[in-house]
């Protein structure tokens, strides 16, 4: 009889959003010391330490970094890779994820002589496009969650979760693919803490054996070393440390494993390097139009988590990306690093306000060192042309050329149709009315060009009110102000003639605390004017080429709240500010400035009998369990762009 391949990954963080930095010297000695002595006796284990960790536990205690160094060289113990800073790769550009993977890499050949085969996808958090990332740093396996992607790909066999697999990147270069579970980390958590016996666990497991079909393997866990024997404080659940030690009772399950007659404990290099068999190494797209970007555990770990929620997500991630841009004609910098060190995820979940402040002082700091290198590239300066306007009752036509759009002066300036004549005679972007749909669920006004605000027990803020109305002819441009109960929304409106587009210009002057939810610049698609077989939409999520997905098979994706407490389901990276929506012959193409404000984008799609109801807002912010630690402040005066084209599909 076969047995069952298990291994265990220990992720070592000290940037742990949770953790001060006079916790630091404290999780040394009670979980990454303990690790260590577990290894030193025997049993093997992974253990993944991001760059900055590596560098900090440098400083506190060298000892641990020379002890570990040498367990690497007996071939005790395996070090798994993560990059030199725990960035969520598919809302960081692609040259910022190749540094952090290069600085990575570098760190854990200087520091501990290693050179890691597996790297696991920083939070679980995957997009096709990063995987190159990997592959260039030269690891030929990752480690992904398997439950999320699972659940949007049914054709996949089940038994395919105990066996390793494929994946390519946008180049075709395959790199190997190792399951996570999140199933299997968290019993692991649970016997740990105390919640679960030791009969009842190794229940389980001799379940999960059975299910693997043949000698397969299964990762008992892949998280957080840190919540064991010391509680990081995220949660005001967190239970007390267990009485009888949780490294001790680690240490009693890796012992009755290695002594079990059904488990062998395992290296994850031992599992890259098994026979192939009919359930393995089958070349799979972990990412579904449904769920562009996988993340690990439950719906509520989605992409807003780091982009648009926390403390002030979109803020940080605003500065970093125009540092970034800063940094673009200096690729020797060595501010590189500080800025991958300041793309942290975990300074955008829990981080305390101390930490907080750290990081905004070392961010307006090295904008002042990116601006002195110097030459900085000029912001592109775009004005309208003259246009022809004409309004009907409480709509306003305007006319340059072969860019044709109607305004709603009633609601706020919202487009109530947008016609590029040279792609199409009909709107490729319109309001659509109520009615306009049979299914009563979407009995609804749809509009396009405008702004919704939820505030939790407040009626809406929207820009849906009369505007107050000035054109300039000359210069191609409408604005409009729209007063709401919360403050003004000044709306602009230009029709650019040497990009044949419409720019939208929002200034929002409110006074709000604690939106659940700020979504604006939202385009809806004339169902008319596409056809729905070859629906698609297309942006970047990391890498260096645009994923493109195709909606032919869905019927919905919904960017309803998932509970009270969690206003988003998923988000797309769109880290070059271009998106794409359209079908075989056209598409629509928005553009924003992640270095101006760094919205991500949030998908509708619905088929509605023959039609489909199709549109994308930008997210200025959500909330969910992070959104906790917010300072108690408005939101403040500022301001978003966004541009309109259409372009013909090649």
Known sequence: MSRLNVYAVFYLNLMFSSLSVEDRPTVIKKCYWPL??????????????????????????????ERLKTLLAEKKCELVGDGYSHIIAPLAPA?????????????YRKMLNAEPEVA???????????????????????????????????????????????????????????WMDTIAFQ????????????????????????????????????????????????????????????????RALLDALSQHSEFSLALPSEILA???????????????????????????????????????????????????????????SPLWKDLCYAWGSDFRTHIGEERFAACCALLDD???????????????????????????????????????????????????????????????????????????????????????????????????????????EKNGRITGVVKTPAGDIMKTITLLPDTNSLRIEYDFDLALKYPLSFRTGIVAMNPEAFERDSLFYRCHNGGREAEKFLLKDVV???????????????????????????????YIRIRTEPSELATVPILTYRRAGETFFYRVAQTLAEVDDTGKVRRDTPVPHFKFGMEISAVRER
């Not at 009752?393 to 305007?398: K, Y």
């Open 36 to 65: 260590l002595e577990l290894i030193a006796d025997g049993y093997p284990l992974a253990l993944q330490p991001s760059g900055v960790t590596l560098e900090a536990i440098q400083e506190l205690d060298p000892a641990w970094i």
């Open 95 to 107: 040259d910022v994820n190749r540094y952090n993977q290069k600085l990575g890499r570098d760190i």
């Open 120 to 178: 696991t996808v920083t939070e679980m958090v995957y997009s096709s496009g990063i995987v190159e990332h990997y592959a260039d740093a030269g690891y030929k396996a990752l480690m992904m969650e398997w439950n999320n992607p699972r659940q949007y790909h049914p054709e996949w066999d089940k038994s395919w979760r105990y066996h390793r697999q494929r994946v390519n990147t946008a180049s075709g270069r395959e790199v190997a693919l190792l």
């Open 187 to 250: 019993k692991f958590q649970r016997y740990t803490h105390g919640e679960l016996d030791m009969d009842g666990y190794m229940s389980y497991l001799l379940d999960q054996k059975q299910k693997s079909l043949q000698q397969g393997s299964l990762c008992i866990y892949a998280s957080d070393a840190e919540v064991f024997d010391f509680r990081p404080g995220r949660y005001s659940t967190e239970g007390a440390v267990h009485g009888e030690g949780e490294w001790s009772r680690i």
């Open 274 to 332: 098994m026979p192939r068999s009919d359930l393995s190494d089958n070349l799979l797209q972990l990412q579904s139009p449904e769920q562009p970007i996988p993340v690990k555990k439950q719906e509520k770990y989605n992409l807003t988590r780091w982009s648009v929620t926390g403390r002030d997500s979109i803020g940080i991630n605003t500065l970093c990306y125009r540092i970034y841009e800063l940094l673009r004609p200096h690729p020797e």
């Open 366 to 472: 090295l904008v002042r060192k990116a601006e002195a290198l110097g030459p900085r590239r000029e912001p592109r300066v775009q004005t309208g042309g003259a246009i022809k306007v004409s309004r009907e009752g409480n709509l306003l036509h305007c006319e340059r050329g072969k860019l044709n759009v109607t305004l709603n002066i009633r609601r706020g300036l919202a487009i109530d149709s947008l016609v590029f004549s040279d792609i199409s005679s009909r709107p490729l972007v319109r309001t659509l009315p109520h009615g306009y749909y049979e299914d009563v669920t979407l009995a609804a006004d749809f509009y396009s060009g405008n702004t919704t605000v939820d505030i939790p027990a407040t009626q809406r803020v929207t820009d849906l009110g009369p505007a107050d109305v000035t054109i300039d």
């Open 556 to 586: 919905n994706i919904s960017p309803d709240p998932l509970s009270l407490l969690v206003s988003a389901r998923t988000a797309l990276g769109n880290t070059t500010g271009v998106f794409d929506m359209g079908d075989a012959s056209k």
